[in-house]
């Protein structure tokens, strides 16, 4: 099946400091990636949509300046936690959409949304 | 996006059927019931996806009544490594892609 990586899966960061987390999909072409954030014992909260070559759509509450989003190709997303501070602190897991095919009868598998391992961020 | 209600944990021994129930009353027509799992430090694995009546995979089953406002995944004879987090989504896929996941199902199973 279709692989989505992410680098680092873990990461420890001084506060202030800025880190960058790759989303890759290893074998399929990707047009839309999303990223969550989840917090122990939490669920799951999308933060962002990723289209490549646009700009990413952010969900409410979620801070645009804080938390930068690039899908520079259609591999590869990533997002760079600003100025980390230890709230920021969580378990950010990214997931792959690969481009669907055009046409009717489109199965619905082609639609398929594939995560990442996940990255675990801690901010001292 | 439809909302889903599903309890927020349950037990299990080993050997036995888990049967976890999902509502979603507001379900829209073009919607479909997604099930993940998802281990401790992982990311969401995919289960299994229906629209209606009953979809059989290697690893569950999903039971969908007419009315589609509910659903319920069925594990048969679990074993200590089904011991997961089990979310019911549902969604338009061909829609945005957009997945909001809700509280999810603790699911412990005992020796």
């Known amino acids: 099946g279709a692989v989505v990586s992410q680098h680092p899966s873990r990461v420890i960061c001084k506060s202030g400091t800025s880190v960058k987390i790759e989303c890759r999909s290893l074998d399929f072409q990707a047009t839309t990636m999303f990223w969550y954030r989840q917090f122990p014992k939490q669920s799951l909260m999308l933060m962002a949509t990723s289209n490549e070559g646009s700009k990413a759509t952010y969900e409410q509450g979620v801070e645009k300046d804080k938390f930068l989003i690039n899908h520079a190709s259609l591999t590869l997303s990533t997002l760079t936690v600003t100025s980390a501070h230890p709230e920021d602190s969580s378990f950010y897991i990214c997931?792959?959409?690969?481009?669907?095919?055009?046409?009717?009868?489109?199965?619905?598998?082609?639609?398929?949304?594939?995560f990442g391992p996940g990255t675990r961020l801690t901010v001292t | 996006l439809a909302k889903t209600t599903q309890p927020i944990s349950m037990d299990s021994y080993e050997g036995q059927e888990v049967n976890i129930t999902c509502s979603h009353n507001?379900?829209?027509?073009?919607?479909?019931i997604t099930w993940y799992q998802q281990f401790p430090s992982q990311g969401p694995r995919f289960i299994i996806q229906?629209?209606?009546t009953k979809v059989t995979n290697e690893v569950a089953s999903l039971f969908i009544p007419a009315d589609r406002k509910s659903s319920t995944l069925s594990l048969p004879r679990v074993s200590l490594s089904d011991t997961a987090v089990y979310y019911c989504?549902?969604?338009?896929?061909?829609?945005?892609?957009?997945?909001?996941f809700g509280q999810g199902t603790t699911l412990q199973v005992k020796p």
């Open positions: 997931s792959a959409r690969p481009r669907p095919p055009t046409g009717t009868g489109t199965p619905l598998n082609s639609y398929e949304q594939y």
């Open positions: 989504l549902v969604t338009d896929p061909r829609n945005t892609g957009k997945l909001i």
């Open positions: 507001n379900i829209a027509t073009n919607d479909y």
């Open positions: 229906g629209y209606k």
